[in-house]
């Protein structure tokens, strides 16, 4: 079965640092990766997806992720953490084919926090 | 443009009541999505809908739990008898088709005393 994990439950940043946060997948065949965020008592917005070619994807607000096959990794980055970044991000994946419908299998979240 | 809209954004209800969540995806969204989100559990499926049909009810947790869609529109999730443990935020989600990415509407915060 597929799975998804954030290492790190929460991370805090200064405003104008660099951020990474971590996703690793567990999947056998290709998947389709996301990453999402979710601002208290909202809805999740998606950041950026990918699903083939190239495995440098920018999204939204600045950020940019990376797939890596060979460490099963899709790990999201921002050059410069603005103070309105603050929120929780989740790591989704779909397993392509199947039975499975779309269906999204989420990490647990991580809570970015970011000092002035 | 319309996104997805949910209601009611909160809900408090007694245990043991029947509640009902309602979802309206963005129009011309053939697939619709229920997910819950729990302290405890993380983000979890619950439900999957193309057109009015439910190819895949896998993630409803009991028979408590139904789900209809009509008109290819349209999704109630209704929950029978609740429970302490059923208070989540209950999330719909719509795409264009499967795989397309799913657009999420601000979900129903349901408790339960």
Known sequence: AQSVTQPDIHITVSEGASLELRCNYSYGATPYLFWYVQSPGQGLQLLLKYFSGDTLVQGIKGFEAEF????????????????????????????????????????????????? | GAGVSQS?????????????????????????????????QGLEFLIYFQGNSAP????????????????????????????????????????????QPQHFGDGTRLSIL
């Open chain 2, 8 to 40: 009611p954004s909160n809900k408090v209800t007694e245990k043991g009541k029947d509640v009902e969540l309602r979802c309206d995806p963005i129009s011309g969204h053939t697939a619709l999505y229920w997910y819950r989100q729990s302290l405890g």
């Open chain 2, 56 to 99: 895949d009810k896998s993630g409803l947790p009991s028979d408590r739990f139904s789900a209809e869609r009509t008109g290819g529109s349209v999704s109630t999730l209704t929950i029978q008898r609740t429970q302490q443990e059923d208070s989540a935020v209950y999330l719909c989600a719509s795409s264009l088709t499967r795989y």
């Open chain 1, 68 to 116: 890596k096959r060979s460490q099963s990794s899709f790990n999201l980055r921002k050059p410069s953490v603005h103070w309105s970044d603050a929120a929780e991000y989740f790591c989704a994946v779909v397993h392509a084919g199947g039975t499975s419908y779309g269906k999204l299998t989420f990490g647990q979240g991580t809570i970015l926090t970011v000092h002035p």
